[in-house]
Nanobody
Framework: QVRLVESGGGSVQAGGSLSLSCEASGYAYRSYCIGWFRQYPGKERERVATWDTDDETVYAESVKGRFTLSRIKANHTLYLQINNLEVSDTAMFYC????????????????WGKGTLVIVST
């Protein structure tokens, strides 16, 4: 059974940094795309960054330069480093995964974590 567990969210001041973690279990790690979505209150979830099976990383234009993915394959954990946090980064962040290459459609992700909340204040 695929399981994704996020951690690392919290309340921080604008300009600070956070490192979100997603610990994955229950599947062949190398055979799955994995990534992060975020969701603002009352809005649809939006893709933030993904790590594909060929180790290609892709970032949403809005987060390039501030968000960085990294991965420790030995413990099946994906990290999302967020620097220079902005109030507009306040959102629930979800870890996602899908067998094979990263899906083009946001609706085609099969596995979701329960999310970790990031709150950024001035």
């Amino acid at each position: 059974q695929v399981r994704l567990v996020e951690s690392g969210g919290g309340s921080v001041q604008a300009g600070g940094s956070l490192s979100l973690s997603c610990e994955a279990s229950g599947y062949a790690y190398r055979s799955y795309c994995i990534g992060w979505f975020r969701q603002y209150p009352g809005k649809e979830r939006e893709r933030v960054a993904t790590w594909d099976t060929d180790d290609e990383t892709v970032y949403a234009e809005s987060v390039k330069g501030r968000f960085t993915l990294s991965r420790i394959k030995a413990n099946h954990t994906l990290y999302l480093q967020i620097n220079n946090l902005e109030v507009s980064d306040t959102a629930m962040f979800y870890c996602v995964s899908q067998r094979g290459n990263c899906p083009l459609r946001d609706s085609n992700w099969d596995y979701w974590g329960k999310g970790t909340l990031v709150i950024v204040s001035t």
